[in-house]
Each structure stands twice: as structure tokens, then as C-alpha cells.
């Protein structure tokens, strides 16, 4: 099997040689980057597994670079690395396209876990073709189409655009209308998380989801059962 190959996004030379080095010694083939420019020249490439992407570089910022990525139609995963308590770059990374954050400082063990659950999930994803355990290519819910195969969501003929996270999360709850999901579940479902993650990124996504097809139709999708999680709450037919 050919090792699974990491970008290393990083500006700091302490940390990105640290980096690289760990990771090398994990089994990974790693390049790396210092700024946005570089990293985009490297992505584009289609050869890589993964990019640990620092949000603070200089010029382009991480976040910046994550949306010309994901906008180009590269789907590569990214885990963007933020100072902690960096609370809204690590929102707006999510919201454009990350997989993962992970706050600085880190440990190296949580790292390495981080990096092996994204790669596993990503795995998983490719190994079930894209539809996962969804079924039909296509899912339709009243008014609301879900093209997999496509990555195309409509609510009453009218185009939703959402993330990356934001569809896989819906089409895996609009796959099974009113069953109850915790946070945990999605979590490990959505981001590959299976040792306790950040059961906010849940919430926000949720919301954002429940804003986008709200504003349509003004059906909330999403019924929020408390100390729970979440259901995909279609409306009731009269």
C-alpha cells in the first residue's frame, strides 16, 4: 500500500519542520507549504490525502485558500489549524469546506487522531461509492431533492447551495426522516470522530441548514430534541 500523503500548510518553520517530522515518522509522505500561493500550487495537483492548513499565513489566509479550493472542485480533506480561541476562523473554516480543526497548541497524539479519523472516514466514503448507507442515488422528501451522485440539493425546484459538511449531514438525516440522532452519532458519522469531538460543530451546521431551507419555504427541517440531538423533520401532509 502507498503512503497516504499529507500537505503541511505552516509558516512557522519551528512548527512545520515539527510537523513534518512527526508526521514522517507516523508512516505519511508530507510536503509542505508556507504560504497560501504555494499550497494552492500543490493542491491543485490531485495527489494528496489530506492538508493541515494553519489559518494565520501571510498574504492569502487559510481560510481564504480553503475556499479557492473548494470552489475549484477540490475536495481533498482539510483539517485547518487555529489559535485557540479563534472561535469565528474556525466557524467560517467549516462553514467553507473543512473537515476538522484543531485548536493551537495541540498535543501530538490528539493530532495523529484527528488526521487517522478523517482519513478513515474519507475511506469509508470511497469504499461506499459516495452513497453511503443512504441507498438511492437520489433522495426526494416533499420538496426537497437530494442528488448524491451529484452533490446537487433542491427545495421546491429551487438550487440550495450548502458546504461540503453541510449536505453530507443533511442527506444522512433526510435518508431517515424523524429518527433521532445524537450529536456523538453525527459526529462520528459526518466527521469520522469516534473519541469525543466537538459536538458544537453540530449545532452550528444544523443551523445554518435550518436558516438555508427555512428561508425557502419556511419549514423548519430540523426538529431539535434537547440533551438529544437532532431529527430530519419533514412537514406533515394534510
Do not use: C
Request: proline share 4%; net charge neutral; hydrophobic share 45%.
Amino acid at each position: 500500500m502507498s503512503r497516504r500523503r499529507i500537505l503541511v500548510v505552516e509558516d512557522d518553520r519551528t512548527l512545520r519542520t515539527a510537523l513534518a517530522f512527526n508526521l514522517t515518522r507516523e508512516g505519511y509522505e508530507v510536503q509542505t507549504a508556507v504560504d497560501g500561493e504555494q499550497a494552492l500550487g500543490i493542491a491543485r495537483g490531485g495527489t494528496l490525502d489530506l492538508v493541515l492548513l494553519d489559518v494565520m499565513l501571510p498574504g492569502m489566509s487559510g481560510v481564504e485558500v480553503l475556499r479557492v479550493l473548494r470552489r475549484d472542485g477540490v475536495t481533498t480533506p482539510v483539517i485547518v489549524l487555529s489559535a485557540k480561541g479563534d472561535e469565528i476562523d474556525r466557524v467560517v473554516g467549516l462553514k467553507v469546506g473543512a473537515d476538522d480543526y484543531v485548536a493551537k497548541p495541540f498535543s501530538r497524539p490528539e493530532l495523529l487522531a484527528r488526521i487517522e479519523a478523517v482519513l478513515r472516514r474519507g475511506r469509508r466514503e470511497l469504499a461506499e461509492s459516495g452513497a453511503g448507507d443512504e441507498g438511492s442515488q437520489v433522495l426526494e422528501i416533499g420538496p426537497v431533492r437530494i442528488d448524491l451522485a451529484a452533490r446537487l440539493l433542491e427545495l421546491d425546484g429551487q438550487p440550495i447551495h450548502v458546504s461540503v459538511k453541510e449536505f453530507d449531514l443533511l442527506a444522512h438525516l433526510a435518508a431517515h426522516p424523524g429518527r433521532i440522532f445524537t450529536r456523538e452519532q453525527l459526529l462520528a458519522r459526518i466527521w469520522g470522530y469516534d473519541y469525543g469531538g466537538e459536538t458544537r460543530t453540530v449545532d452550528v451546521h444544523i443551523s445554518w441548514l435550518r436558516g438555508k431551507l427555512r428561508a425557502v419555504d419556511g419549514h423548519n427541517w430540523f426538529r431539535t430534541v434537547r440533551g438529544v440531538g437532532y431529527a430530519f423533520s419533514p412537514p406533515v401532509a394534510a
